[in-house]
């Protein structure tokens, strides 16, 4: 904290991974001796640098780009690029050691990486998008390879912006090969990778809930978001017969509570979702003006389970006591660490099914490495296959996250499990491979 003291977000997320480990650390003193604690959380690398683009008048803009290349022990870097004006090194540090342990309980050969930029894609034309995507990739092309590095989309960044970033590398490099995923699907894209992280975060839900005996059918669900995630993480609740009711954006909060008409959110999410109450006038918009204190407001209204699906920190002790005083029994985390420590502990507290974000949506970079997999292979494989796959892996990282919370004395606590069972796959492998 002293040689960087502006990483709160990292910080936090080392707390919690660091707190998990104790219990393993008592029993298996020898990765102590290997120091892999402090090798962990330093990064292999970080890249930092300029991005000079020209906007539509015709002034030079700059932003800051990042990639930090944090952990290769299982395989080459992996990890998604946000653009989005609050992104920070602290930010970028934060996600990409989250990402660490998230990639190993695919159980998949991936690296930890994260990377992005603090430029704001909202209001910009379709041109300064690509201006500024292709000055990006000039720099970041020197660094990414389809076995050494291979980003991927995150906040701000979904197929439009892939794109420009793929034909800038290909421009660059003269190689047609797989260093993004989230590519579209006529050009070297996974079927179904752009639903994976909200079905997967839906699937994790099913087998904690499978796991106390109940089902996600009926149930009314809480979604925050409105981007990638969310959307996905909506389209297969409808699909499951569970009733989802809410969506959000940084502006405010949408409450159906017929349920969430998905054709008219998709409508309206790229201009303003109070626009929805025109076609839906029973709905009910809550700007952020009016949230509760040290709240979010989607958290304040009534339901079974909650998947936050925004981004970090968007759900606080506060909002934490108001799902539980509502009745919420499951919370399934679509987003990076989107409740606060503090809410964390009110979770574990009460004992109901809970899914961190490292273990819940990991189902999004699982998936991108099928994408890389079809693209060493020159293979694409259909949906069923695809999402076969993504079922059986988000099952699998439910079981692992059980079976050592259990081995661990803590069979509700999956961050426990989720932290125990990821770091030790990474730190094996580290010590397999020696002090590098
Ligand atoms: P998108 O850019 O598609 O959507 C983000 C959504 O969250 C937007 O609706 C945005 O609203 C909203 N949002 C952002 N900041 C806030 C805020 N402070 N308060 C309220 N709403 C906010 O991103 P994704 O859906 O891809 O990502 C969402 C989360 O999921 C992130 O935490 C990301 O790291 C995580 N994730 C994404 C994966 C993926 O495959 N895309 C994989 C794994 C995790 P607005 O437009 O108004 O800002």
New binding site residues.
Partial sequence: KQSSPAQTEFYQAAEEVLECLRPLFKRCPHYLEHNIIERIVEPERQIMFRICWVDDNGYAQVNKGYRVQFNSALGPYKG?L?F?PSVTSGTIKF?GFEQIFKNALTGLPIGGGKGGSNFDP?GKSNAEIMRFCQSFMTELYRHIGPTTDVP?????V?AREVGYLYGQYKRMTGRYEGILT?KGLNWGGSIGRKE??GYGAVYFAQNMLKARSESIEGQTCLV???????IYTIEKLLELGAKPITC????GTLHDADGIDLEELKEV?RTSLEAYREQRPGAQYITADDYPENG?AVWHIKADIAFP????N?LTATDAEALLKNGVTCISE???M?STADAVDRFLEAGIAYGP?KAA?AG??ATSQLEMAQNSSMEQWPLEKVDEKLKAIMANIHQQCADTAAEFDEPTNLVLGANIAGFRRVADAMIDQGVV
């Fill in positions: 998604g946000r989005h996600l909202k991927a989309g995150d906040i701000g979904g989230g994976a992280t925050s978001g409105a981007g990638n995630v969310a959000s954006d940084s502006g999410k979010h699906c925004a981004t970090q968007e679509g987003a990076n989107p974000g949506n999004g970079v």
